[in-house]
Structures are given as structure tokens and as C-alpha cells.
């Protein structure tokens, strides 16, 4: 079955440490994107990418970086310059403009 | 900048009901708009998308409209049921294909 899987499903991350968040697809789609979302809040975009060795800065970008060597694969770093990142990350793909698909998220705390 | 919100931001119906949720947009320039369901600590499903030269779409017991010029779509559910409990959100993409914007979402709880 094709899909988008993340990893781990829970996350905690310690003073001064980057974490990294996994997304994985298998869809053969060309974009990918992370969202952040707080509790009663609508998603808020960190980063996306269109293709591969490519991305874009989205609303709320300062303290997370990303790579996307492969089209597969879209891995989010939120570093220590997040002073707040706890919340719920949801990573997503679509092939242009049909519907985004979604991943079951990573739930991020702070130890 | 495109900003889109969800009118109510919950809402509790007895089941059987027939129910409409809202959703607003400031910017027209649309390419389309999905509705999602999300379940607790779940990612969301998608359950229409509506593109910008359509009204509407039908999936089952909902259907969605879409009036780009007034900036608004509603997801109407028919028939409602206790497993449709959950929130609803509903997401455009401007007109480069490129950035989705999501609302805010409308929690729903249907009860037997």
C-alpha cells in the first residue's frame, strides 16, 4: 500500500539537542512538506519542497532545517534554536495539485 | 496573505442529524480546496478536494461546496453518525500550486 510513514511516533527531545523527525513516501510524489500543529490551532507550514535538492522557507521556518536528497525522503531537524518545539508534526505529499496525503505525525515534548 | 477560518469551532449534534460546517478564505485566488478529517493523534484524511471551476463535490453522505468569488465552501454531512465524530479542516491552495493554507478546524462530536 502506498503511503507516507513517519518515525518515531513520539519524540523527546533535552536541553540543547537537535532531533530529527523521519518522512518517508512511497507515493512517487514530488512534493513533500512539514507542518507544525498546536493544540486547537490549523497547521502551520515549516518547510516544503517541490523537488528534489530543493526547498522553501514556509511561516514559521526559524529553528528547523531540512534536506531532500532523494525524492522518497524529506527528514526535519528541529535544532536547539527552537526555544518552543513542543507539538505535533505532520508531514504531507502530493503529486501537483491532487489532495495532500498525510503521514500519522510525530509528537515532539520536551524532557 | 491568504487566511482562512472555520465557523463553529465545534460542534456537538444527536445523531441522525443533518449538519454544515463553514469554512472562509480572504483571497480568491484559489487552485482549490480540500476538506480533511482528523482523528485524535492521527494525521489527516483527505475527503474532497474541490477545484477552482467547480461548485461542488460529492463523497457518500457529504458534499462540499465551493463559492470562490464570496470566499467561502461548506462541507455539509448528512445523516450524521457517531464514527464521524472528529475535526474538520478544511485547506486552499493559492494559485501557484505550491502552499496550502489550512483553517483553524471545526471539532465535531456526534452523539448516540
Known amino acids: 500500500d502506498g503511503g507516507i510513514t513517519q518515525s518515531p511516533k513520539y519524540l523527546f527531545r533535552k536541553e540543547g539537542q537537535n532531533v530529527t523527525l523521519s518522512c518517508e513516501q512511497n507515493?512517487?510524489?514530488?512534493?513533500m512538506y512539514w507542518y507544525r500543529q498546536d493544540p486547537g490551532q490549523g497547521l502551520r507550514l515549516i518547510y516544503y519542497s517541490q523537488i528534489v535538492n530543493d526547498f522553501q522557507k514556509g511561516d514559521i521556518a526559524e529553528g528547523y532545517s531540512v534536506s531532500r536528497e532523494k525524492k522518497e525522503s524529506f527528514p526535519l531537524t528541529v535544532t536547539s534554536a527552537q526555544k518552543n518545539p513542543t507539538a505535533f508534526y505532520l508531514c504531507?505529499?502530493?503529486?501537483?495539485?491532487?489532495?495532500?496525503?498525510f503521514g500519522d505525525g510525530t509528537r515532539l515534548s520536551i524532557l | 496573505k491568504q487566511e482562512v477560518t472555520q465557523i463553529p469551532a465545534a460542534l456537538s449534534v444527536p445523531e441522525g442529524e443533518n449538519l454544515v460546517l463553514n469554512c472562509s478564505f480572504t483571497d480568491s485566488a484559489i487552485y482549490n480546496l480540500q476538506w480533511f478529517r482528523q482523528d485524535p493523534g492521527k494525521g489527516l484524511t483527505s475527503l474532497l478536494l474541490i477545484q477552482s471551476s467547480q461548485r461542488e463535490q460529492t463523497s457518500g453522505r457529504l458534499n462540499a461546496s465551493l463559492d470562490k468569488s464570496s470566499g467561502r465552501s461548506t462541507l455539509y454531512i448528512a445523516a450524521s453518525q457517531p464514527g464521524d465524530s472528529a475535526t474538520y479542516l478544511c485547506a486552499v491552495l493559492d494559485n501557484y500550486g505550491q502552499n496550502f493554507v489550512f483553517g483553524p478546524g471545526t471539532r465535531l462530536s456526534v452523539l448516540p
Open positions: 507515493l512517487n510524489h514530488d512534493a
Open positions: 504531507a505529499s502530493s503529486g501537483g495539485v491532487q489532495p495532500q496525503h
